[in-house]
Nanobody, 127 residues
Framework: QVQLVESGGGSVQPEGSLELSCTAS??????????VGWYRQAPEKQRELVAL??????????QYLDSVKDRFAISRDNAKNTVYLRMNSLKPEDTAVYYC????????????????WGQGTQVTVSS
């Protein structure tokens, strides 16, 4: 079992920055072995994958949603059991609840969503 806690959300003006954190507890080895993804869900929209970072045995590469590629950066610090999402040049369309997901596996050329989700953190971009 892995428990995930997201933090770092808030309200910012357009072009502002935020850094989200996803910190794991429980089965830390599992957390380190597999990929961790950041997803977001805006009101009345489907949840979408924003960025993903592989684990030590998951396979695959870092992946970004096209609309955030030049603005967001995902990283992981296994010593702190934490995955970060640095978000720069934020736009109103980035407004959403952001979730992290652990246990991602790269199988058959695609990432498979993991079984563990955090509770989400709200990001609001507005002037």
């Amino acid at each position: 079992q892995v428990q995930l806690v997201e933090s770092g959300g808030g309200s910012v003006q357009p072009e502002g920055s935020l850094e989200l954190s996803c910190t794991a507890s429980g089965s830390i080895s599992f957390f380190k072995y597999y990929g961790v993804g950041w997803y977001r869900q805006a009101p009345e929209k489907q949840r979408e994958l924003v960025a993903l970072v592989p684990g030590s045995i998951s396979g695959g590469n870092v992946q970004y949603l096209d609309s955030v590629k030049d603005r967001f950066a995902i990283s992981r610090d296994n010593a702190k059991n934490t995955v970060y999402l640095r978000m720069n040049s934020l736009k109103p369309e980035d407004t959403a609840v952001y979730y992290c997901n652990a246990g991602q596996r790269f199988l058959g050329g695609v990432w498979q969503t993991g079984d563990y989700w955090g509770q989400g953190t709200q990001v609001t971009v507005s002037s």
